[in-house]
T-cell receptor, first 112, second 117 residues
Framework: DADVTQTPRNRITKTGKRIMLECSQT?????MYWYRQDPGLGLRLIYY???????NKGEISDGYSVSRQAQAKFSLSLESAIPNQTALYFC???????????FGPGTRLTVT | AQKVTQAQTEISVVEKEDVTLDCVYE???????LFWYKQPPSGELVFLIR??????QNEISGRYSWNFQKSTSSFNFTITASQVVDSAVYFC??????????????FGQGTILTVHP
């Protein structure tokens, strides 16, 4: 089984809808991250969490919120989806500040 | 603030050619880590290498090699005798060991490598 899983893998939703992307990991890492990938822009950090009680905004947090339900689970919500949130979303985990980040398979989100 | 620049948006080569992917970074910290990730057409992100700022030794792993030069703030990646399976998007990334960017990766824009048979 994959160490970092994301659900759903693909989602099409309409403008204004609320949507949640979920991430689970079995690596036992404390640190978890949400990124979005857009063509030509690389990966940009949305939110990150260094432990269950720690939530921090990243570079592009507007329009997003997160919940760290447990060490192993970190969810990303779009309260009212808009078309420019159409992107590939990645969850990642890390075991330390200088550690490698391990990525989930990604969720392709389309907002129409 | 830290920044990673991959000036080559797309590179196209023919199989067996050598290819170098450029990465230039900016940081005020003296201690940091540099990474390369590969994103094949299937979409997942695969970790390739981590290098810390105190280790300027070049590294070779099979057909892959990395050249780290602090003097020019560069961490370039060379694929020798490229193969079609090397076709992917390659990302360079930076993680500072201190300051406000502690524990977070900053990615470059990525370089799309296409290897033709």
């Amino acid at each position: 089984d994959a160490d970092v899983t994301q659900t759903p893998r693909n989602r099409i939703t309409k403008t204004g809808k609320r949507i949640m992307l979920e991430c689970s990991q079995t690596k036992g890492h404390d640190r978890m991250y949400w990124y979005r990938q857009d063509p030509g822009l690389g990966l940009r950090l949305i939110y990150y969490s260094f432990d269950v009680k720690d939530i921090n905004k990243g570079e592009i947090s507007d329009g997003y919120s997160v919940s760290r339900q447990a060490q192993a689970k970190f969810s990303l919500s779009l309260e009212s989806a808009i078309p420019n949130q159409t992107a590939l979303y990645f969850c990642a985990t890390s075991d330390g500040g200088n550690g490698v980040e391990y990525f989930g398979p990604g969720t392709r989100l389309t907002v129409t | 603030a830290q920044k990673v620049t991959q000036a080559q948006t797309e590179i196209s080569v023919v199989e067996k050619e050598d290819v170098t992917l450029d990465c230039v970074y900016e940081t005020r910290d003296t201690t940091y880590y540099l990474f390369w990730y590969k994103q094949p057409p299937s979409g997942e992100l695969v970790f390739l290498i981590r290098r810390n700022s105190f280790d300027e030794q070049n590294e070779i792993s099979g057909r892959y090699s990395w050249n780290f030069q602090k003097s020019t703030s560069s961490f370039n990646f060379t694929i020798t005798a490229s193969q079609v399976v090397d076709s992917a998007v390659y990302f360079c990334a930076l993680n500072n060991a201190g300051g406000t960017s502690y524990g977070k990766l900053t990615f470059g824009q990525g370089t799309i490598l296409t290897v033709h048979p």
